[in-house]
């Protein structure tokens, strides 16, 4: 057995755990004879040339089962049909590869595994799904690897700026990653009692525009106002920004690049800094001064260590790695439950009728979103005398009717 070998690769972006990941896989297969190589760069390490390899032993997988970041460095290369060649696999005896990535990792695992098949390698594929996100549909609701630990990281960040909002009685505005789901928001938001979240799912009866995100942190701090608190925090998830109207977009003055479609590039900008000075602008009209500030609350917590949580998961994610392989499954991704048994899931348990995999997303309608939204701060009818003593059209910041929830 010592000729054979697997392989590991990692692509999209980082998540703390995947260590934990590299490494318990490396030692679960180390320990039954087999050569593990870690190739740096993704698909484009792997089908290149001279792929650039890490040879693991014991030591080295050892020492960075706790650590932050990937040993291995990662790519989003997603490769065509045409790139598809089976030299490292067939020069390395290579019997197994295991992607750790998001579902375009996973996808193009199990098209290089068909092209394989059609060689004279055959190599099963195991995927580790990881995002910070925790947007995939995995289940029992079970969280993505790395979620727990990057919402901590968020949480002391996030701790730290609310007691600086309160020692210098003025707000920020925060925003954090999440491109289509609201989960790192709101689990940071609650976590920290911030006045004012805003995540894409509270848009259900309603589009997303830029006005009403302003006015929804306009309706924090002037109920804060009145109740004589003068700071806070809101915090914005990035993927209601990217749900607005891309017209709107480049309608709004803000200083965009653009890609080579004329798409605005959304990841070359920073959301709070817009979010404040939309802000900052409308507060100036309405005769109202209030300071704020942005923060952004985005690479920070990707490659941060992994919490106890994630250390216990990627651990049993990767020996579930050798158990998929032992029992001769391939082509699935390796999951979990609460009760910590190993389950191979498949693409085709995603993906819809259209072959897209739906993001998981935040349950609003779940007694703990009704609660942490309760726990808001912002302007309700009831509030409209008060209200009214700062500004004329109170109920246009009214949290109800700004989402179309009454």
């Known amino acids: 057995m010592s000729n054979q070998s697997i392989a590991i690769i990692c692509g999209g972006g980082p998540a703390p755990g995947i260590n934990t990941v590299v490494s318990t896989v490396a030692k679960t297969f180390l320990k039954s004879g087999y050569r593990v190589l870690g190739v740096h760069g993704g698909y484009k390490g792997i089908l290149s040339e001279k792929p650039d390899l890490i040879d693991f032993d014991f030591a080295y997988a050892d020492r960075i089962f706790s650590r932050g970041g990937s040993t291995l460095v990662m790519s989003r290369f997603k490769p065509k049909e045409e790139d598809f060649n089976a030299k490292f696999f067939i020069d390395n005896n290579v019997k197994l590869l295991v992607t750790i990535g998001g579902d375009d990792t996973a996808s193009t695992a199990n098209r290089l595994a068909k092209f ?12 580790v799904p990881k995002t910070i996100d925790n947007d995939l549909p995995l289940p029992d609701r079970n969280p993505t690897f790395g979620f727990h630990s990057a919402k901590d990281e968020g949480v002391k960040i996030g701790n730290t700026i609310y007691e600086d909002a309160i020692t210098s009685q003025n707000w920020f505005i925060m925003s954090a990653m999440g491109r289509s789901a609201g989960h790192l928001a709101f689990g940071i938001a609650s ?14 009866k309603t589009n997303i525009t830029l006005d009403k995100v302003v006015n929804l942190i306009i309706s924090s701090m002037i109920k804060r ?7 806070g925090v809101a915090l914005v998830s990035e993927g209601v920004f990217h749900l607005i109207d891309e017209q709107e977009l480049k309608d709004s003055g803000i200083l965009f690049t653009y890609d080579a479609h004329g798409h605005p590039e959304l ?4 959301k709070s800094n817009i979010f404040n000075v939309l802000v900052q602008e409308k507060l100036k009209s309405l005769g109202i001064e209030i300071k704020s500030r942005p923060v952004e609350l985005g690479y920070e917590l990707r490659c941060c260590r992994p919490i106890g949580y994630d250390l216990t998961l990627c651990t049993l994610l990767g020996i579930g790695v050798k158990k998929l392989f032992d029992d001769n499954i391939t082509g699935c991704i390796v999951t979990t439950n609460s009760r910590g048994d190993i389950k191979p899931m498949f693409l085709s ?11 998981r997303l935040v349950d609003i309608d779940a007694e703990i979103s009704k609660l942490g939204f309760k726990n808001l701060h912002f302007l309700e009818e009831a509030d409209s005398a008060k209200s009214s003593k700062l500004i004329d059209n109170s109920q246009e910041f009214e949290f109800n009717k700004i989402l179309n929830w009454n």
């Open 191 to 204: 976590a920290c009692h911030f006045p004012m979240l805003i995540i894409p799912e509270m848009f259900n």
């Open 349 to 359: 348990e995603f993906e819809n009728s259209d072959g897209v995999i739906p993001p």
């Open 116 to 127: 394989l098949k059609k060689s004279p390698a055959d190599v099963k594929n195991i995927h």
């Open 225 to 231: 106002k009145i109740e004589n608190i003068n700071y």
């Open 267 to 270: 990841g070359n900008v920073s």
